[in-house]
């Protein structure tokens, strides 16, 4: 089973500023079939990535994602209230899929 | 739009059933590979099952392997989960996923007695 390890646990950003979360695999993800969700208290996990590259229909480009192999990153531009909330990262290349623990993204 | 909608849970004494229900519109299910996904309360997500676009190749994670069926049914457009023998570590809302596309907003199995 491929391990994602995603960091850091918590990040305290403000509003307007960058973030770079990452996702890092135990072994190479095939096809670099990761994918990235938002999701915010009380409601369902959000696709934004999938493809480790591309959006997801109807998210907004401030959302990008990067990465090949086994090192991955989703990076928010500047961050919108909304935005605050916590992303996990998912593996879908080999069975069994994975995800990770989760980055949650406060406002400081 | 796209909406997936999960049915079926509810609460069930340990060692019991359920079968939960995905049903789409808007969104054809058998274009993707389609999962369930769950997570317990206050914790993180768990990939439970997935199938492929004709339902020819199935995989689950360990903990459920021989309790837990997934299944698909192409003319009603909707997506399933068979659940025997259930434990109280399978309380979790559990979703309903497309492989790169819509989730559904889940369905909550309470297991206990």
């Known amino acids: 089973e491929i391990v994602l390890t995603q960091s850091p646990g918590i990040l305290s950003l403000s509003p307007g500023e960058r973030a770079t979360l990452s996702c890092r695999a135990s072994q190479t993800v095939s096809n670099n079939y990761l994918a990235w969700f938002q999701q915010r208290p009380g409601q369902a996990p959000r696709l934004l990535i999938y493809?480790?590259?591309t959006r997801a229909t109807g998210i907004p480009d401030r959302f990008s994602g990067s990465g090949s192999g086994t090192d991955f990153t989703l990076t928010i531009s500047r961050l919108e209230p909304e935005d605050f909330a916590v992303y996990y990262c998912?593996?879908?290349?080999?069975?069994?899929?994975?995800f990770g623990p989760g980055t949650k993204v406060d406002i400081k | 739009e796209v909406q997936l909608v999960e049915s079926g849970g509810g609460l069930v004494q340990p060692g019991g059933s359920l079968r939960l229900s995905c049903t789409a519109s808007?969104?054809?299910?058998?274009?993707?590979?389609m999962s369930w996904v769950r997570q317990a309360p206050g914790k993180g997500l768990e990939w439970v099952a997935n199938?492929?676009?004709?339902?020819?190749?199935?995989n689950y994670v360990d903990s459920v392997k021989g309790r837990f069926t997934i299944s698909r049914d192409s003319a009603k457009n909707s997506l399933y989960l068979e659940m025997n023998n259930l434990r109280p570590e399978d309380t979790a809302v559990y979703y309903c996923?497309?492989?790169?596309?819509?989730w559904g907003q889940g369905t909550l199995v309470t297991v206990s007695s």
């Open positions: 808007g969104f054809t299910l058998s274009s993707q590979w």
């Open positions: 199938i492929d676009n004709d339902g020819s190749n199935k």
């Open positions: 493809g480790a590259s």
């Open positions: 996923a497309a492989e790169e596309g819509p």
């Open positions: 998912q593996q879908y290349g080999r069975a069994p899929d994975t």
